[in-house]
């Protein structure tokens, strides 16, 4: 699966995306969010507060309850703001 980082989640982690084999426990985006902050300290400081990261499915906003089968790309970036 592609994973891709967006703003200050990129910087934090370090990369802007990479392609990763997941567990078979990682079912949802929610279990993904907790798989990655395994994954190092870039990865816990850039999602320590999972709420506020939204997520994308195949260029598909989607919640933290979706399930991921079959998705392709899923793509994390922080919340924005604009004026």
Do not use: N, Q
């Amino acid at each position: 699966m592609k994973l891709v980082y967006f703003a200050w989640v990129r910087e934090r982690i370090g990369t802007a995306e990479e392609t990763v084999e997941l567990p078979k426990s990682v079912e949802t985006v929610g279990d993904l969010l907790g798989w990655l902050k395994t994954r190092g300290d870039g990865y816990d400081a850039a999602l320590a507060e999972p709420d506020a990261i939204r997520v994308a499915l195949d260029h598909d906003h989607a919640d933290h309850d979706a399930r991921i089968a079959g998705v392709r790309e899923v793509a994390f970036f922080p919340p924005m703001t604009g004026g």
